[in-house]
C-alpha cells in the first residue's frame, strides 16, 4: 500500500521552529518530487515547498522563502520540512505530497496542476502569537 504519513506537527510560538517529517512507504519515491502543501482554516490549500527526487532542485512559496528548509533522505524514504521563525499564518494543517517523475532532476513546476497523485493526511501545526 502506497501511503505517505507526516509527523512533527505541533502548538508552537511565534518566532520559534520544528520540524516536520513525511515517511514514505509502499514503493520508491527516489524519483518523485516530494512537496508539502497547507490549509488554514477556511483557505484553499497552497503550495509550500518542492522537492525533486535527486535533492538538488527546491522550489519555495514565496511566504515562507528564506524561513523554511526541504530537504530529503531517500535511503529512509523521508522528507524533511524544517520551519524557522514561525508566524501566526503559518498556522495550518500541512500535507506531503509526491508526483512521481523517471528523472530524479526534474522538479514539478508550480502550479503543479494537479499532478501530485500521492497525498498523506496532514498534520496540524499551530503558532500561537
Known amino acids: 500500500q502506497v501511503q505517505l504519513v507526516e509527523s512533527g506537527g505541533e502548538l508552537v510560538q511565534a518566532g520559534g521552529s520544528l520540524r516536520l517529517s513525511c515517511a514514505a512507504s509502499?514503493?520508491?519515491?527516489?524519483?518523485?518530487?516530494m512537496a508539502w502543501f497547507r490549509q488554514a482554516p477556511g483557505n484553499r490549500r497552497e503550495f509550500v515547498a518542492a522537492?525533486?527526487?535527486?535533492?538538488?532542485?527546491?522550489r519555495y512559496a514565496d511566504s515562507v522563502k528564506d524561513r523554511f528548509t526541504l530537504s530529503r533522505d531517500n535511503a529512509g524514504n523521508t522528507v524533511y520540512l524544517q520551519l524557522n521563525r514561525v508566524k501566526p499564518e503559518d498556522t495550518g494543517v500541512y500535507y506531503c505530497?509526491?508526483?512521481?517523475?523517471?528523472?530524479?532532476?526534474?522538479?514539478?513546476?508550480?502550479?503543479?496542476?494537479?499532478?501530485?497523485?500521492?497525498w498523506g493526511l496532514g498534520t496540524q501545526v499551530t503558532v500561537s502569537s
Open positions: 505530497a509526491a508526483d512521481w517523475h523517471p528523472d530524479p532532476d526534474i522538479c514539478t513546476e508550480v502550479p503543479d496542476n494537479g499532478q501530485y497523485e500521492v
Open positions: 509502499g514503493r520508491t519515491f527516489s524519483t518523485d518530487t
Open positions: 522537492i525533486n527526487g535527486s535533492g538538488g532542485s527546491t
